[in-house]
Structures are given as structure tokens and as C-alpha cells.
């Protein structure tokens, strides 16, 4: 692949104290704040990323055989700070499906536990990054 085929940017511009502005290629905007504010912090908006992430996955697949009739998700961890510094531990994502009755809810039922487990291991980019985890360069321009 070439780099313009893998490479995912956003941009950040400070638009108040504690107060950010995430904005995508695509022309998309996500306020990010320090805690004092309704916005997302960035820690929030990784366990965000980790929902969506799965969420997409897994409706893909599950959507094929039925389509849920509920669809939440909850991503959760506790922030410490150890020897290491600042991080998350005990990152649990739970998916609360409800499909309809019938064959396809049945068989969407069915995939549910393989599909997790898809999800987790190989599909979900957000996880498998946080999992492997890969080194996060911070530079000056």
C-alpha cells in the first residue's frame, strides 16, 4: 500500500482553555475538552474509539443474517497512574444486542461470541493497536 492509501490524519486546533477542535479530512469536527467541559476527553474518546470500533465490526458481520433491533455498547477501564505513568487497565468492551426472533436473529445470535472474538483479535484496528502495543512518537514541526 502506498502511503497515501494507509496513512490516517487529523488536525487539532485549540479553540478555547482546555478546549480543542479535532477535525478530520472529511471536513468532520469533534470537540475535545480537559474534563470541565460537556466534551469528550481523550480518554473518553479512546474508550470511544474502541466501541465504535467494535461496533462497526460487528454490526458488518451480524447484519448480514439480521439486523439488531438494539444495539448498545459500553467501553469502560480505570485511569491510574503507577511506575509506568498514566494509563488505562481492565479495558472491557460489552455489547448489548437484541436481535428479532427467528432464523436471522437466531444465526446472528449464533456468530455473536466468534465475531468478539474476531473483533478483538484480528479486525478492530483501535484494539489491536492498544493490545500490540504500539509505540506513540511525539515531535515538534
Do not use: W
Not at 106 to 128: E, F, H, I, W, Y
Amino acid at each position: 500500500m502506498s502511503e497515501r492509501e494507509t496513512l490516517r490524519r487529523i488536525r487539532m486546533t485549540k479553540i478555547g482553555d482546555g478546549r480543542f477542535m479535532a477535525t478530520n479530512r472529511r471536513g468532520g469536527v469533534l470537540p475535545v475538552g480537559s474534563g470541565d467541559d460537556p466534551d469528550f476527553t481523550p480518554v473518553e474518546l479512546l474508550l470511544a474509539a474502541l466501541a465504535g470500533c467494535g461496533a462497526i465490526d460487528v454490526e458488518l458481520i451480524t447484519g448480514k443474517r439480521a439486523q439488531a433491533t438494539s444495539f448498545e455498547v459500553t467501553a469502560e477501564g480505570d485511569k491510574i497512574r503507577d511506575d509506568q505513568g498514566s494509563h488505562l487497565t481492565n479495558l472491557k468492551v460489552t455489547f448489548d444486542l437484541v436481535f428479532p426472533e427467528g432464523e436471522g436473529g437466531d444465526a446472528a445470535r449464533a456468530v455473536m461470541p466468534r465475531t468478539l472474538g474476531q473483533v478483538r483479535d484480528r479486525l478492530c484496528t483501535v484494539s489491536r493497536t492498544v493490545a500490540i502495543g504500539e509505540y506513540v512518537e511525539m515531535a515538534e514541526a
